[in-house]
């Protein structure tokens, strides 16, 4: 004669629980490094903030700096060139913006040199460069022409050139990032 067990149900259910703890723990050790893998590289994260010192650029100067492998024009424009932008109707421009808010200081403007139509980088940063119609930034890979405040006044790019965050940390030193 065949002999039934009794089923020992406390044995089972310890069983049951631990088989699942289990596969909770190897499911999220097998799931971590993907999720790991979309936070930011280390190499981002150590250019996510340049500091620049500016005290050696003369009025109606501009240098170029490196911000998140992105070049960063940054001008220092003579009281001619402020007033130039700030008498100009702005309100009808494509992307309106009046010079004031795109400046923190009125004689330091700070903007992303890559221009907004297709990425490419303007002229005009440097001596001898064409500098478009308006005396700013020209891209003559598809004719988008900027005035002195980096704002889109003719050719194909939608927007101005982008102000990245940035503050002054002393009256020489400008934090990008």
């Known amino acids: 004669m065949a002999t039934i067990k009794k089923v020992d149900d406390d044995r089972r259910d310890f069983l049951q ?17 993907l999720i790991d893998s979309m936070n930011p590289a280390a190499d981002t994260l150590a250019v996510a903030e340049t500091e620049v010192n500016v005290s050696s650029v003369e009025p109606g100067q501009s240098i170029t700096v490196v911000w998140q492998k ?20 702005w309100e009808d421009l494509r992307d309106p913006e009046s010079d004031e808010e795109r400046t923190q200081k009125d004689e330091w403007l700070i903007m992303v040199g890559v221009c ?12 001898g460069q064409p500098k478009g119609d308006f005396g700013g930034w020209f891209c003559p890979c598809h004719g988008s022409h900027y005035d002195m405040s980096g704002r889109i006044r003719k050719g194909p790019a939608p927007k101005n050139l982008k102000v990245p965050p940035y503050k002054f940390t002393s009256d020489k030193k400008i934090l990008i990032g």
């Open 17 to 33: 629980l631990t088989t699942t703890a289990m596969l909770a723990v190897g499911g999220a050790s097998a799931v971590w490094p």
């Open 70 to 89: 992105k070049p960063v024009f940054i001008r220092h424009r003579t009281p001619k060139e402020i007033n130039d932008v700030r008498v100009d109707n």
């Open 116 to 127: 907004t139509h297709l990425g490419c980088i303007p002229l005009g940063n440097k001596a």
